[in-house]
């Protein structure tokens, strides 16, 4: 989930000068599928990030940082114990088990061989409600899932949960990799029904059919996984400086700009500004 990266140049003038409000309301993100550091875009910014880390795996898996909050479970609709089908590639790994007759259509490097099980384990996993519920976590400004087939109980599990959220970035699928997996047009369509719209989409997972065991470059890849990033349309009043610097995160600058004129106050004047000279200053050159 690299795409939105951001460098600390193309992103300090904004950083800066939101900074001063955030860092004593700091911005709350669930990182699901949180192996490693703190997930691109937020990572520029984890000085003022608040990252909630669920991983099953234990504490081990994650890079710790001052304000991180570590949960130990995946996640899931509800608080349960479910079974990880260990995949030969183990981040290809899932709760849902590899479709063999999906995935063997597929040339090998991408299809069943890197997908099949060879272990299953019993894993905890936890709602993001039940831990909201328990004081386990503030509630969340950002959701970001990469959790392989995980994603729409994930969401399910938040339901209750998204008073706070301005936005989702949630990599899924559009054929059905796992069984049972929810697909990426239930995940859409549980975004919109709560509020949410798609402001972006990228095709990350295209991968060619195989014919008696062979892959042909001269065909078209299918698309078959993409991560598709939302943005709450409409926030109350005390949230539009955290979906600003959501939208300005992401590079959306015009739209963060749109979202401070709604404050009409001097701060945000201040801001808008800011953000106008970070979108001088990232501008390609002729």
Known sequence: MNFYSNTPEQFSIVYDAF??????????LIDGG??????????????????????????????????GIFINGGLWSHDSTQTLHVAEVPFCSSICPPNEALLSQF???????????????????????????????PLPNFI?????????????GAENSLSECVGLLVEG?????????GLHHQ???????????????????RWRHQYNGEADLADRPQYVGSEMLFIKKDVPEHLLIKKAFTLALFKF?????????????????????????QQDKNRPKP
């Open 253 to 277: 600058g015009n739209a963060a700009k749109s979202a401070l004129d709604k404050l009409g106050t001097e701060e945000a004047k201040q801001l808008i500004h800011a953000i106008s000279q």
């Open 107 to 137: 040339e090998e490097r991408f299809g069943y061989p890197p997908r099949k099980t060879i272990e299953k384990r019993e894993v905890p996993c936890r709602s993001i409600d039940s831990c909201v519920a328990n004081g386990e976590i």
């Open 34 to 67: 949180a192996a490693g550091d703190v997930s691109q875009p937020f990572y520029t910014a984890k000085d003022v990030v608040i990252g909630v880390r669920f991983e099953p795996r234990g504490e081990g898996e994650i890079v710790s940082s001052e304000n």
């Open 187 to 205: 995940v859409e369509g549980f975004a919109c029904e709560h509020g949410f719209e798609v402001f972006d989409n990228t095709g990350l997972m």
């Open 173 to 181: 699928w559009h054929s059905e990799v796992h069984s049972g997996q």
């Open 144 to 156: 970001k899932l990469d959790v392989h087939s995980a994603e729409l109980p994930a969401l399910e």
């Open 19 to 28: 900074y001063p409000l955030l860092v004593k309301d700091k911005y709350v």
